[in-house]
């Protein structure tokens, strides 16, 4: 490597360091404990014994440089760390601010219904929205520590008794 790239390349991180402490839109209490990762959102849609899940995320500067540097995929540790007490967490879709995860095995058949226990979050997120299969709503929680106790058809026609069971 020659004298010119070194220079160019020490420069871009400069930069990027000098960009993450002046910019005013970082709060470094966001990053507390070493953590280079903010979670904003967490949607989780139930399907079966299964749940897809969406993250929006964003990255302390220094990350983001080193995800720039050497991409997204370095991401994926990380990310499923938040989901680390659930059986199964595979990553489908990974970018800079955003990834989609397939949880499976996560609920378990209750008669007609599916039941899924609370799990904790191994990083607590802003917000997490709970959608419910066959439009039966949603649910959202600020700052939740942990997943929701949900109760849930397993066909569009157990809707119906699965809300005689709630309302009861």
Do not use: C
């Not at 993450?20 to 903010?38: L, T, W």
Request: hydrophobic share 40%; proline share 5%.
């Amino acid at each position: 490597m020659n004298l010119k790239s070194i220079i160019i390349i020490a420069f871009i991180i400069s930069a990027v360091l000098l960009a993450g402490k002046v910019s005013p839109a970082m709060n470094s209490e966001q990053y507390r404990e070493g953590r280079y990762i903010h979670v904003d959102d967490i949607v989780m849609e139930f399907s079966g014994a299964n749940a897809t899940v969406d993250v929006e995320y964003h990255l302390s500067p220094l990350a983001n440089a080193y995800i720039f540097l050497f991409g997204s995929k370095n991401l994926e540790p990380k990310v499923k760390e938040i989901f680390f007490k659930f059986p199964e967490v595979k990553v489908q879709k990974i970018g800079i601010n955003s990834a989609t995860l397939q949880l499976t095995n996560i609920s378990w058949k209750y008669g007609n219904d599916y039941m899924h226990n609370s799990t904790k979050f191994g990083l607590r997120p802003d917000i997490l929205t709970v959608v419910f299969p066959y439009n039966q709503g949603t649910r959202k929680l600020q700052n939740p520590d942990s997943t929701l106790s949900v109760f849930y058809p397993d066909h569009p026609e157990n809707q119906k008794n699965t809300t005689k069971k709630l309302n009861r």
